[in-house]
């Protein structure tokens, strides 16, 4: 079996650069090998409407398999690639199959991370990664009263919020002093935690978990003081490692992830990877080596290699965003908020209507917006810009963001700083 271009991983970034190959008009022969048995399907509802069973599977497939039959992609299904010779050009699969490549799209995403704890691995201890993984968690959750989710991170908040729904009484245990620690500032978190408690959620911060209790299947959490916290599913929801294994394997550069430079390029010849996976120089990162996982990352880097390998390579600046949705909350962030040195809030969170924006050195890098959608489009135009803007400026709701870009040189913005 050879194909010109070889997938490596059916998710959101393997799948949109088959769908851009062919949308640039690329006619070689293309395959996706992915070791989940479903074709494609979008990751994020997972945590959302289809856990809360508000969507059906077929409602959240990238494309229907029509789709994939009528543009001639193959795709190779239930089978993991655990090899790459990359002087062969060729990837081997556990079942021993070999694929032939022309140029090698790796886009594997990350495997969760598993408790690493006594009894991190019972039954009833349930990782977020996969429809296998949710399809297991929806039915052992119809059955348990008490749930314990483990991790304040977006995944872990979406189930929480999920569960409540289900009139499941969650408790929540974030290692840290507080919930996004990685990703937001604090004015987002203390309001995000706010409203878990507010619905009932046994929020802990700090949290020491010393073991999963149980014997043949999960029956409580047992945190470092010795208290034991009964439940019958315990989520964790503590991040992913990235699945380059065979990559760092064949050569490739990387550790956490895999390296690759702004064409998404791999140290290794005819090898790109892209997505969660991919160790990337991030010009919203002030060029830092970073990996994002998102949607918009992975789609994004999976049209920059489908036109690079169609003999039309471009540098990736593309502005990072992302969402999550938890109760009423519709979160939007635009940018990347890590190493800000000042933050501005614009709307007040009593109103549950807010943004928080961050800056560096006076210039606008990212915003949280919690159900301001316009504040969310305006400040796009905000970070894309890099504009600088003083606070008073920036939190005065009665001020339109988007009249801070200056529309041309004889038109200067409000409220804009000068450097
Ligand atoms: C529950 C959940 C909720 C999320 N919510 C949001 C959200 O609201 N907004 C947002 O922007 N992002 C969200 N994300 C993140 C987003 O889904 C990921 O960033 C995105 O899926 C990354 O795409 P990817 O192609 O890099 O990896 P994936 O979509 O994970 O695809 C990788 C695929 O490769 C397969 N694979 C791995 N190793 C191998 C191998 N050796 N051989 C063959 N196949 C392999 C995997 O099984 C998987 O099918 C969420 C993620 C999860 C899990």
Known sequence: MKFEVVIVGGGHGGA?????????RFEGSVAIVGDEPEIPYERPPLSKEYFAGEK??????????????????????????????PIGHSVLTAAGDKIGYGRLIWAAGGTPRMLPVPGGKLPGVQVVRTRADVDAMKALAEAATRVVVIGGGY???????????????????????????RVAGEQLSRFIEGEHRHHGVDLRLNARIEAIEGVDHATGVRLSGGEVI????????????????????????????????????????????????????NRFSEGAVIRIESVQNATDQAVLVAKAICGDPRPYCVLPWFWSHQYDLRIQTVGLSTGHDSTVLRGHPNSRAFSVIYLRRGKVMALDCVNAPR??????????????ACPATLSNPALALKDLIPTSPSNPPIGRNHH
């Open 16 to 24: 949109q650069a088959a769908v851009a190959l062919r949308q640039q």
């Open 230 to 281: 009964p439940a019958e599913l315990v989520i964790a929801g503590i991040g992913i490692i990235p699945a380059v294994q065979p990559l760092i394997d064949a050569g490739v550069k990387g550790s956490n992830g895999v390296l690759v430079d702004q064409f998404c390029r791999t140290s290794l010849p005819d090898i790109f990877a892209i997505g969660d996976c991919a160790a990337h120089p």
């Open 375 to 388: 504040d969310y489009i305006q400040g796009r135009a905000l970070v894309a810009a890099g504009i600088s």
């Open 155 to 181: 995944i872990g908040l979406e189930a929480a919020s999920v569960l409540t729904k289900l009139s499941k009484k969650v408790i929540l245990l974030e290692a840290l002093d507080r919930v996004l620690a």
């Open 56 to 85: 059906t599977f077929d409602r959240i497939l990238i494309r229907p398999a029509k789709f994939y039959e009528d543009r001639d992609i193959t795709l190779l299904l239930n089978r993991r690639v655990t090899r790459v010779d």
